[in-house]
């Protein structure tokens, strides 16, 4: 593509092809061209294309009703849209698919250069072709794109833009917009002054009360939270510190979830509040979680972070032992909703059982001891074999006498675990539905069942030699000479017989 030689030769016989379309999709010869790459050919041919085309020719739409300027646009073909604009200008404001302008299509697909240029060229999104609509549209894909310098001369050329407060939600998941170890320094003012206008612009036209409802309808603190968005937070909490103890749906503050997702940036900001820090720590959510609670959670985002397992386990350590300082002491000891209950419950008046009488849950209670004992044990016996010696003689005796344990104990755990399991409906449905516990309970033999069978030939193969080496090594059991001693013996018995009846012949 390019040979502008051969296309000229083909457009002198037949002018009238410029404005044909050359396939159904691709509409008319400039449309394909300006699918291209931008190479000395392909510029050199649009050039001439668009010499030889008229005002209104330069106006035709294919098939998608785009003209060959948007399509030049969306695509971040520069030096072909200011060819095709610098013959006909009113191209700035004819829109193409999807009801969308140039401009606005150049920042939705992130086109930096292009939507600089066509800002400049479209007076500033100021012509009649332009609606409040768009220009919100063009300045919130700006922000998204983190084109933040055409954003913020967006918004000096339209203050009014700022009331949208949905931006305040696209800027508090950029945390990397207001890192003031960025490296590109350059940048931070001008994200800053973009949520300075458009925080602003809310604090100016709304009360306390109406900022909170807006701040919980769209969950923009919590979501910079959970971004670990710290800029974006100080910048709001230096207007409103009130909003430093408003909570989500699930009772969580900013630094609860600050803890949870490992944000120390959030978290440090404990340290600058004052008497609010008390507070802070007394909160409690819809489990009962205080800060201490949570920060005994393990964090996805920070296995992600870490590279090793030591590393990660000592980066959890340094959080529990901060917060837990941090924690006042009667709040260190304080449990949540998620303490070990029996099924039913128990009365408000005395604390006990609802069903103590039931032996049911007699039986739930014994099994569930039994399974926390059996577990614990197994635990610290596969532990021990992993710390063992290996040495001769504990392969022949230790080793395999500590793997017996530790099968038999797990093999009690998995048993009494699901008779527990059982006996909970048990007590649940001792009345009604009498065939639901005894369903569950025949299924709940299955996985002890699997486990005997896929574990008892390792535990026998495992117990006959160390404890009858005759199941090995058996010197009764003769194998190479049984038949022939057989055959030996036989004869004789019969020689024997033979002699003793010739001697009482002869004498008789």
Same mark, same amino acid.
Request: hydrophobic share 45%.
């Given at each position: ?230 800029? /974006? ?5 230096? !207007?409103? =510190?009130? *909003?430093?103890?408003?909570? #989500?749906? %699930?009772?969580? +503050? ?65 959080? /529990? ?5 941090? !924690?006042? =002491?009667? *709040?260190?000891?304080?449990? #949540?909703? %998620?303490?070990? +209950? ?167």
């Amino acid at each position: 593509m390019g040979d502008w030689e051969t296309a000229k030769l083909i457009f002198d016989k037949h002018p009238n092809l410029v404005r044909f379309n050359l396939s159904k999709n691709f509409g008319t010869t400039l449309h394909v061209v300006v699918t291209a790459e931008e190479t000395e050919l392909t510029l050199n041919f649009v050039k001439n294309l668009v010499n030889m085309m008229t005002r209104e020719e330069l106006e035709l739409k294919n098939n998608h009703s785009n003209t060959a300027f948007w399509v030049a646009s969306a695509s971040g073909k520069k030096k072909m849209a200011k060819i095709m604009i610098e013959k006909n200008r009113s191209l700035l404001d004819i829109r193409g698919n999807g009801d969308y302008l140039p401009l606005t299509i150049s920042a939705m697909n992130g086109i930096h250069n292009m939507v600089k240029y066509l800002y400049k060229n479209s007076k500033k999104m100021t012509g009649d072709h332009w609606t409040d609509k768009d220009r919100s549209l063009t300045l919130s894909h700006c922000v998204k794109r983190d084109f933040f310098a055409v954003a913020l001369q967006i918004l000096n050329d339209h203050p009014e833009l700022a009331q949208d407060v949905s931006l305040l939600e696209v800027l508090a998941r950029k945390p990397d917009a207001f890192k003031t170890s960025n490296l590109w320094l350059k940048r931070i003012p001008t994200r800053l002054k973009l949520l300075k206008i458009i925080w602003g612009h809310a604090t100016r036209t709304m009360n306390l009360d109406e900022i909170e409802v807006m701040l919980k309808r769209n969950g923009v603190l919590f979501v910079a939270a959970e971004m670990g968005t710290t800029g /974006f937070i100080v910048e709001l909490l230096r !207007t409103y =510190p009130n *909003l430093m103890l408003d909570r #989500n749906e %699930d009772g969580h +503050t900013i630094f609860h979830i600050a803890v949870m997702n490992r944000h120390q940036g959030i978290y440090n900001l404990l340290y600058e509040i004052g008497s609010y820090r008390n507070n802070v720590c007394k909160i409690r959510d819809k489990g009962w979680n205080n800060m201490l609670h949570l920060v005994g959670k393990s964090s996805k985002k920070m296995a992600a972070k870490r590279s090793g397992a030591s590393l990660l386990m000592q980066r959890e350590l340094l959080w /529990f032992m901060e917060v837990e300082a941090m !924690t006042p =002491p009667y *709040l260190r000891e304080a449990k #949540n909703k %998620d303490a070990f +209950t029996v099924p039913g419950g128990y009365k408000g008046d005395n604390g006990l059982p609802f069903f103590i009488h039931q032996r049911s849950l007699l039986v739930f209670v014994v099994t569930d001891a039994i399974s926390l004992f059996s577990s614990s044990t197994s635990l610290l016996v596969f532990l021990s074999v992993l710390t063992s010696r290996h040495g001769q003689q504990d392969f022949m005796y230790s080793l395999p006498k500590k793997l017996m344990i530790g099968l038999l104990t797990l093999f009690i755990s998995v048993a009494t675990m699901m008779v527990t399991f059982s006996a909970s409906f048990f007590v649940l449905y001792h009345d009604e539905l009498k065939w639901l516990p005894i369903l569950i309970s025949a299924s709940a033999t299955l996985p002890v069942l699997v486990f005997a069978v896929l574990q008892l030939p390792l535990w026998v193969d495992m117990f006959r030699p160390m404890y009858d080496s005759r199941y090995l090594f058996n010197p009764k059991k003769r194998m190479l000479y049984a038949t022939k001693l057989r055959l030996h013996a036989n004869s004789f018995h019969s020689s024997y017989k033979s002699i003793i009846k010739r001697t009482f012949f002869k004498r008789g």
